[in-house]
């Protein structure tokens, strides 16, 4: 297939391009290079320069003639959704919106889409089930629903197919050290518990840990970037138009602040320093994934169910690459 993938110098749409390209298929990526990296794309790729936001170029590379898309491309940063719920409105929402167009005028019917399991927001039990209700609790989640229900309208409108991944926590690096995480300002957890192993940070600041979990602190799944990688792989290899689905994408193994901190130092061998901060606003104390129904349907497992397994491949980019990508 031709597939054309948003996003894809960031770091799930990187490793998907290396995948996608493993199992044959032919890649246009198509970024603005706001928070990705030119390094981190494939050199088998095709490489456009471009915001989505501009829709005659968007629908101009499309025409070339694609099967499918990925759309990867989209604000991330869920505390800086809160503060400029606009900005997320515009890019995810009000930009996902050109994406679409441009689809239905230059007739690709067929989309993989990166959701989150902040659609979930605070569930009513875990681990979660695609069933459970879609309430998110900030701007971020609500951005990525919005596209779900954009989907599901257009599938019935004009035959658009579309894979919802409901990502949980995205981790690790390419099991070759190739290319890995690299977000400016950091602000996921395994990064930013490394740069501490890397001496670059003083100590990791644990947000909460009178949570009613094991041991107080947060937990959430962390399911390996090349598993994620696979996931799309298989969706869009499925998908045909019209069809909807949604899927969470995880390990289906909940993960505390503490485990990760403890994995970390045994993976790293440095003893890494903790702080103890308050409870941050809208953090739910536990969020895990029940991956059954994407297992069922496109016979996904993940191969990355060991912690420490995973945060090795992390670990071990980040010392091959102990300033990130150069660009
Ligand atoms: N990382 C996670 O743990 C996680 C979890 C759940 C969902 N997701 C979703 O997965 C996707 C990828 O996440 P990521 O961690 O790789 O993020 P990322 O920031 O590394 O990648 C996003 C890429 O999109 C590009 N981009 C952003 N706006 C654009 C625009 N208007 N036009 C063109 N390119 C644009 C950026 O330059 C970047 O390369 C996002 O949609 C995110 O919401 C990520």
């Given at each position: 297939m031709r597939i054309f993938v948003t996003g894809g110098a960031g770091y799930v749409g990187s490793h998907c391009v290396r995948d996608l390209i493993k199992a044959g298929h032919e890649v246009t990526v198509f970024d603005n290079l706001s928070n990705g990296h030119r390094a981190a794309v494939d050199p088998r790729a095709a490489f456009v320069r471009g915001d989505l936001a501009d829709g005659e170029l968007v629908s101009r590379t499309l025409r070339s003639g694609f099967d499918a898309v990925m759309h990867f491309a989209a604000s991330i940063n869920v505390g800086e959704s809160v503060e400029q719920p606009l900005l997320y409105y515009r890019n995810n929402v009000a930009n996902g919106l050109i994406l679409l167009e441009s689809m239905r005028d230059t007739g690709v019917r067929k989309i993989v889409f990166s959701s989150t399991c902040a659609i979930y927001g605070v569930p009513p039990a875990q681990p979660i089930v695609e069933t459970m209700p879609a309430d998110p609790i900030n701007a971020y989640g609500r951005t990525k629903l919005a596209i779900e229900w954009m989907l599901r309208d257009c599938a019935a409108a004009w035959g658009l197919g579309s894979v919802s991944l409901r990502y949980f926590n995205a981790a690790g690096a390419s099991s070759d050290a190739a290319i890995g995480e690299d977000h400016r300002p950091e602000f996921h957890l395994i990064p930013l518990v490394l740069q501490v192993a890397q001496g670059r940070r003083a100590a990791i600041k644990v947000f909460g840990t009178d949570y009613e979990t094991h041991d107080g602190s947060c937990v959430r799944d962390y399911v390996h970037v090349e598993d994620l990688a696979a996931a799309h792989t298989r969706a869009v290899e499925w998908l045909r138009p019209a069809q909807i689905a949604a899927f969470n994408v995880g390990t289906g193994r909940?993960?505390?602040?503490?485990?990760?901190?403890?994995?970390?130092?045994?993976?790293?061998?440095?003893?890494?320093?903790?702080?103890?901060?308050?409870?941050?606003?809208?953090?739910?104390?536990?969020?895990?994934?029940?991956?059954?129904?994407?297992?069922?349907?496109?016979?996904?497992?993940?191969?990355?169910?060991?912690?420490?397994?995973?945060?090795?491949?992390?670990?071990?980019?980040?010392?091959?690459?102990?300033?990130?990508?150069?660009?």
């Open positions: 909940g993960r505390s602040v503490l485990e990760v901190i403890a994995a970390a130092r045994t993976v790293t061998g440095h003893v890494i320093p903790t702080e103890t901060g308050p409870r941050r606003a809208g953090d739910p104390p536990e969020l895990y994934a029940n991956p059954d129904r994407l297992m069922a349907a496109l016979g996904w497992t993940p191969r990355f169910v060991n912690l420490e397994d995973t945060i090795r491949t992390a670990w071990d980019w980040m010392r091959r690459m102990p300033d990130g990508y150069r660009d």
